[in-house]
Each structure stands twice: as C-alpha cells, then as structure tokens.
C-alpha cells in the first residue's frame, strides 16, 4: 500500500473527503464500466459482517434463503403499471444473447418483485400455504446517472426479502417487524442511529401502499435512507394473479410485503462515524477489532517482541476478537499507525522491548485518540469490555451530533430559511397535500423524508425534516404551510 496522501478536511469538503477516504482505506474503487465498482476486501469484509447480523436476524423471525434468476422477461414487469412506471428510466434491458436477437427483451433485475410474484403464483393455492417468509441475497442494476461508491452505483449488493400473507394485518405486522430489524442492526452493528417512520405517497417504493424508512444523519448533516420496508397490499398479487382459497372457503388474492438493505450502508457508516483521519469502524463490523503494532531495531529485539505480540494474538483471537499483528518489515511504525488509524481499526496495540521488559502494552483507542498503557495480563480479559465501550460510545457521539442538528420550525419562512441557513433535521407541520410537498421542494430543493407511523392530525406536533447544504432533502412529517 502507497503512503496516504493528506484527506481533504471533511468540515470543508465533505464530498471530497468521502471519496478519497473509501480510495485510500482500500474499501472500493470505480470498475471499469460507468456507475459500477469493485469493493475491495476491506470494505467487502464490513458488508460480510452486515450480511451476517442481518441473515442471523431474518432466520430468527422465520425466514429462509432463496434466490432467483437476475434474467427474466420484460413482459412481467409491464403488468404492475406503477411498479414500472416508476423504474422505467433505471431499467437495463438485455436484448441480444448468442449473437442473435432476442424474441422477447430480458430485464436485469432492478428488484425482483415480478419475477417473485409470477412464481408465487404457481406456489400458493391455499391458505395453507401461506405465509411464504422468503429472503434473497444478490445484485441489483439501476441505470443511475449520478454515482457515488457505495452510496449509488448502477449496480450494487443487497438483500431483498418477498413475503405473502393471508391477510392484511398479518403482512403490515411483517412490514413493520422487518423495519425493527433494520433500525436493530443499523444502530446496535453499525451505531447509526437512525428515525424510523413512513414515506410520503410522492416518496414510497413504486407499486407499494406503505413504505415505512429508517433515516439517518449523516456528518455533513444531510440524511440518509438506511433502509425500508414495504407494505404492498394486494397489489403485485392482483398484477400476477396470486389467489389463494382463503379458511372460508373463498377465493382470495394473497397480502405481500418487500424489504431492503443495500451496500450503501457500509457508506453509510463511513459517513456517520468517519473524521480527518479516516474511518472510525464499529467494532461490530470492523474486519480487524485489533491491530498490534510490534516496535523494534535489532534482530534481537525483533524475536522477542514478535513472541510477545504473538502470544496476545492467540488470546485475543480465542477470545473471538479479530485480532492481527502487523510485522511487515518494510514499513516504519508510525506508517503503521497511520494506515490503521485511516482502515478504522477500534483498538491498537503498541509494544516494543521495553514494553516486554516491564510487561506492559501501550493501547490507542481509534474513536478518542486516547493512548494508555496498561499490563499485559489484562489486554486480553479487558478487551471485550474495551470494544464494548468503543461500539457504545460511537452510537452515542453520533446521536449527540444528531441531536445537535435538529430545530423546530413554527412557520413556513422559519423552515425555509433554516434549511438555506443551516441544514440538519427540521421539525415542522405538513397539510398533507401534494402541492405543498411540492412547494418545499420548489423552494427548497428539500422532499419529505419521514412521516410518523400512524398518521396524525396534519396541524399537530410534528416530523423530523432533513435538508442537504445544497439543498437535497427535508425531513420531517412535514411542512407548515403557513400563509
């Protein structure tokens, strides 16, 4: 790995300092095609750990793993016309194969609910095969124009779950479970914390009747959507003829729910927890928990102090902790440090010989920057309890930092000029027309990010609203439309 250059000051240019921290900490980089990337080991082993908390999670509820063709007709996703309508300019569309013309068009999947649901069709005749409670991991391709490496690319890595109910209430009980998951792991593994709520009619999934958000703040204090689930009704059943005998005896069409969790939340993390040193990782994803850094001249010198970090090692590592001991030779100490420190690693350990000699190691916690030194007996019983602490207190920084950006709007001016004024998350009160949605957004450049659950009187207390510096977004249940 090259010497990391200086990173632009994220305070300054936060945009620019994203960018080059994914490049310089070996997380990913632009493939060869436009919008595409390749992710590199690093910042593919934090998805690893994502895909692990959230598979371990979906198996607990009852789900299982499927996975279906990335291939199929056009023609199915023509049948939901709102599914497709909202899709169409981020569809990719194959229509040569074998040096031949197609018969028929082959869209890649942009999601899989027409490909999933024509199946359903054949799988459910009776409610006593429902519910289906079906998960797969794959690729996702959406035409995008503007991207950005992990945030928005043409194609990107995900999980996406299917399920159908017998009825309403049993499927928006789902929707709603499905959310908790992803509010669970994207605040107690990745420590963003994150508002959960609904989108507005203008903002939900194309084909859904809900579609319930978690929202996060990001450190230019913009928001992020960290996942949704969706509450599809009767509507993909309906479009691919999904009946079922129902316990009375009743024809029936089925109730289905999707849901989401994207690559964009290694961004995401990055984003929340990151500083001008690099990343900040949560012990929880982090693909080393421990760096040890041995320090050392002589070759004499070199023996011992390897010995010693290897024996830390050993105990770190059947202790479950991802531990790993830098002895490259090839590059100085304080190299060293600083490529850690820019990877994110929560915790390093420094010893050299007179460390051995008086059986002490010097810790350097990634989060505050403190350093300390400490017994060698105690680095291994200790380290749990440190990593704990760390996972903690990032959750903890960042909700203060949320906290930090949230203000109230009691009119309409107020709003408008707070957004231009100082960005963050925005409380204010929404008619709950169209039309001033639109007007916000006119105004602003700022959409309604998130609702509350159950709708409440438009007048009342009101939604958490988010905005970009240059004017990307409102968070909120919505807008005072005062005068």
Known sequence: ??????????????????????????????????????????????????????????KATGHENLYFPMLFPESLLNKEAEHVEGFSPQVAVVTHGGGQKLEEPLVIRPTSEAVIWNTYANWIQSYRDLPLLYNQWCNIVRWEMRTRLFLRTSEFLWQEGHTAHASEAEAWEEAVRMQGVYREVAEDVLAIPVLPGRKSAQERFPGAVETLTIEGMMRDAKALQCGTSHFLGQNFAKAYDVQFLNDKGEQEYAWATSWGFTTRMVGAAIMTHGDERGLKLPPAVAPVQVAIVPIYRADDERSRVLEAAAKIRDGLAGNGIRVKVDDRDQHRPGFKFSEWELKGVPIRLEIGPKDVDSDQVVVATRFDGSKEQVPAPDIVMGMAARLDHAQRALFEDAISFRDDNMHEADSYDSLREGIAAEGGFWVGAWCGEAACENRVNKDTSATIRLLPLEPEDPGGPLPRVRENRNRAGYLGKGLLTAG
């Open 1 to 58: 790995m090259a010497k990391p250059s200086r990173l632009p000051d994220p305070k300054e240019d936060f945009s620019a300092w994203y960018v080059e921290v994914v490049k310089q900490a070996g997380m990913a980089e632009h493939g060869l095609a436009k919008g595409t990337m390749v992710i590199k080991p690093h910042g593919y082993a934090v998805w690893e750990h994502i895909q692990r908390a959230l598979d371990d999670r979906f």
